[in-house]
C-alpha cells in the first residue's frame, strides 16, 4: 500500500500570496506587509492557482515536497481574508495529497456553488484531478476516494480546469506523442469521463504538426470550448463544440495560429533574425463575445532572452 495515497494536512512554508492596492502597492493589510504564507515544514513547494470564494477566503493550489521524500505532490492552503491561514481547512490551514506517486501538482483549481474544490495537474505520466470537501478533506464521491487519473496515448499533464452549468469538468493540457498536441478531457461530476465528449471523453489536436501544448480553457455560454496555449513558438487556439469536435467555423477548420514577429537587428551586410516565442496563460470573455487571451512572447537575442507581455483579442 502505498501510504502517500491518503491526503495529509501538514504546515508548509511555500506557498506565498501578495495582494495589492489598486494603485498597485502592496496591501499592508493584508498578512505581514501584503504577503500571505504558510507555515515552515517543506523543503520545496510553489503555488501556480488561486481562486476567490465568495465569503472573500482564498484558495491557493500547487506542489510541495515534504522532507525525506523525492516527489512532490499536490498542495492547497486556505487564508482568510486577512491574509492568516484559514485553521478550518485541513490541519493549520494546508493540505498535501500524494496522488501517484511521483512528479505530482495541481496547475489548475476551480471552485464548485457547493464550495468544493477541483484541482487538476499531473501525476507521473497521467493528468490528474483531485477533489476536495470544503473543509479541505477529499471527496470520497469523486473518482477513486476523491482522485482520478486519467492516461492519453502518452505521458499528459492537466494544465487548465473549467465547470459546465450541469457541473461536469472540462480539462486542458498536453499530451506528448513524439512532439507535444492539445490534450482536452470532460468528466461527470463524479469523476468518469463523460464519453460523448471526443474519443470516449478525451479530444486531441495536432496543429500541424508543432510542438503544442494547452494552459487555458474558456467554456462558452453555448457549449463550445475555447483552448489557449502555444504551438510552435506562436500563441495557439482551437475551439471545440459541445461534443468534443473541432468546431471548423473557427479559424481554420478549428484552429488558429498568431505569430508575434521576431527581432531585427539592421546592419551590414545584411539584418539579423532574433527568434521569438509566445504562448497564450490566460483566457477571458468581453461583453461583446470577443475573447481575450493573454501570455508571453520571448525574444531570443544577443543579449540573452528578452522577455514581454502579450495580448490579443479575437473575435468570437
Given amino acids: 500500500m502505498d501510504v502517500r495515497r491518503a491526503t495529509r494536512s501538514v504546515p508548509t512554508n511555500g506557498l506565498i500570496l501578495a495582494r495589492y492596492n489598486p494603485d498597485g502597492s502592496l496591501d499592508t493589510g493584508f498578512g505581514p506587509n501584503g504577503t500571505g504564507t504558510t507555515n515552515a515544514g517543506l523543503s520545496s513547494s510553489q503555488a501556480l492557482a488561486v481562486a476567490l470564494q465568495p465569503d472573500g477566503k482564498i484558495i491557493a493550489a500547487g506542489s510541495a515536497q515534504e522532507p525525506g521524500l523525492a516527489s512532490q505532490d499536490f498542495a492547497l492552503a486556505r487564508f482568510n481574508p486577512d491574509g492568516s491561514l484559514d485553521t478550518g481547512f485541513g490541519s493549520g490551514g494546508t493540505v498535501i495529497t500524494g496522488v501517484a506517486g511521483v512528479n505530482e501538482g495541481a496547475h489548475a483549481l476551480v471552485l464548485q456553488p457547493d464550495g468544493k474544490i477541483i484541482v487538476a495537474g499531473a501525476a507521473g505520466s497521467s493528468s490528474a484531478l483531485?477533489?476536495?470537501?470544503?473543509?479541505?478533506?477529499?471527496?470520497?464521491?469523486?473518482?477513486?476516494?476523491?482522485?482520478?487519473?486519467?492516461?492519453?496515448?502518452?505521458?499528459?499533464?492537466?494544465?487548465?480546469?473549467?465547470?459546465?452549468?450541469?457541473?461536469?469538468?472540462?480539462?486542458?493540457?498536453?499530451?506528448?506523442?513524439?512532439?507535444?498536441?492539445?490534450?482536452?478531457?470532460?468528466?461527470?461530476?463524479?469523476?468518469?469521463?463523460?464519453?460523448?465528449?471526443?474519443?470516449?471523453?478525451?479530444?486531441?489536436?495536432?496543429?500541424?504538426?508543432?510542438?503544442?501544448?494547452?494552459?487555458?480553457?474558456?467554456?462558452?455560454?453555448?457549449?463550445?470550448?475555447?483552448?489557449?496555449?502555444?504551438?510552435?513558438?506562436?500563441?495557439?487556439?482551437?475551439?471545440y463544440d459541445s461534443m468534443g469536435s473541432l468546431d471548423k467555423s473557427f479559424g481554420k477548420n478549428g484552429t488558429t495560429t498568431t505569430h508575434?514577429?521576431?527581432?531585427?537587428?539592421?546592419?551590414?551586410?545584411?539584418?539579423?533574425?532574433?527568434?521569438?516565442?509566445?504562448?497564450?496563460?490566460?483566457?477571458?470573455?468581453?461583453?461583446?463575445?470577443?475573447?481575450?487571451?493573454?501570455?508571453?512572447?520571448?525574444?531570443?537575442?544577443?543579449?540573452?532572452?528578452?522577455?514581454?507581455?502579450?495580448?490579443?483579442?479575437?473575435?468570437?
Avoid at 473549467?162 to 461527470?188: E, K
Avoid at 504562448?279 to 481575450?292: T, Y
Fill in 130 to 239: 483531485a477533489r476536495y470537501n470544503p473543509d479541505g478533506s477529499l471527496d470520497a464521491g469523486f473518482g477513486s476516494g476523491g482522485i482520478v487519473t486519467t492516461a492519453f496515448a502518452g505521458p499528459s499533464s492537466a494544465n487548465a480546469v473549467a465547470l459546465q452549468p450541469d457541473g461536469m469538468i472540462v480539462t486542458a493540457g498536453t499530451v506528448f506523442v513524439g512532439l507535444g498536441d492539445f490534450a482536452l478531457a470532460r468528466y461527470n461530476p463524479d469523476g468518469t469521463l463523460d464519453p460523448g465528449f471526443g474519443a470516449g471523453g478525451q479530444a486531441t489536436t495536432d496543429f500541424a504538426g508543432g510542438d503544442d501544448a494547452a494552459f487555458a480553457v474558456l467554456l462558452q455560454p453555448d457549449g463550445r470550448v475555447v483552448a489557449g496555449g502555444v504551438s510552435a513558438g506562436d500563441f495557439a487556439l482551437a475551439r
Fill in 260 to 316: 508575434f514577429g521576431a527581432a531585427v537587428k539592421k546592419g551590414k551586410p545584411k539584418p539579423v533574425f532574433f527568434p521569438s516565442t509566445a504562448g497564450i496563460r490566460a483566457l477571458a470573455f468581453q461583453p461583446d463575445g470577443r475573447f481575450v487571451a493573454a501570455g508571453f512572447f520571448n525574444i531570443d537575442a544577443e543579449v540573452g532572452r528578452m522577455g514581454h507581455f502579450a495580448l490579443a483579442r479575437y473575435f468570437e
